[in-house]
C-alpha cells in the first residue's frame, strides 16, 4: 500500500545517473513523508509496538537518504513543499509521543508508591511489636 502511494506520487523517468539519484531521492522523500502520515494516525493509538515499527522504518529511510550520492533533490520546490507538511506533522508526533512518555512515568510512579507504601506497613508491623 505505501509503495503504490509513493509511486503515484513519483514520478519516474529514465536518464543519467544524476536523474536516477534524483528520482531515488525523490522517491524516499516521499516514503518518508507517508510514513510521518502513518506515524501521526498512530500515535494517538496504544499500539506503542506498530508505533515504534513506523519509527523503525522511517530511521531505516533516513539512513538510505544518507547513503545517497550528493543531489539537489532537497532544493527542489517539490521537497521543500514535502518539507513544509512534515515539519507540523512531526512536531505533533513529538508532543504525543511526550504525552505519552509522562503518562507511562506517572503510572509507573504511581504503582512503586503502592509497592513502597506495601512493603513499609510490614516493616512497620516488625517495629511496633514489643519482645
Given at each position: 500500500m505505501l509503495d503504490e502511494k509513493v509511486a503515484a506520487n513519483a514520478p519516474k523517468t529514465e536518464g543519467d545517473s544524476s536523474e536516477k539519484v534524483l528520482n531515488e531521492a525523490r522517491?524516499?522523500?516521499?516514503?518518508?513523508?507517508a510514513l510521518t502520515e502513518e506515524?501521526?494516525?498512530?500515535s494517538d493509538q496504544r499500539d506503542s509496538d506498530l508505533f515504534i515499527e513506523l519509527v523503525d522504518q522511517r530511521g531505516r529511510l533516513i539512513d538510505k537518504m544518507k547513503a545517497l550520492p550528493k543531489n539537489s533533490y532537497?532544493?527542489?520546490?517539490?521537497?521543500?513543499?514535502?518539507i513544509k507538511q512534515i515539519v507540523p506533522m512531526d512536531n505533533q508526533i513529538m508532543y504525543r509521543a511526550r504525552s505519552w512518555l509522562n503518562k507511562s512515568r506517572r503510572q509507573n510512579?504511581?504503582?512503586r508508591s503502592y509497592d513502597l507504601v506495601?512493603?513499609?506497613?510490614?516493616?512497620?508491623?516488625?517495629?511496633?511489636r514489643k519482645y
Open positions: 522517491m524516499l522523500w516521499h516514503k518518508y513523508f506515524l501521526l494516525k498512530f532537497r532544493e527542489t520546490e517539490e521537497c521543500k513543499d514535502l510512579n504511581t504503582v506495601g512493603s513499609m506497613e510490614l516493616r512497620g508491623t516488625i517495629f511496633n
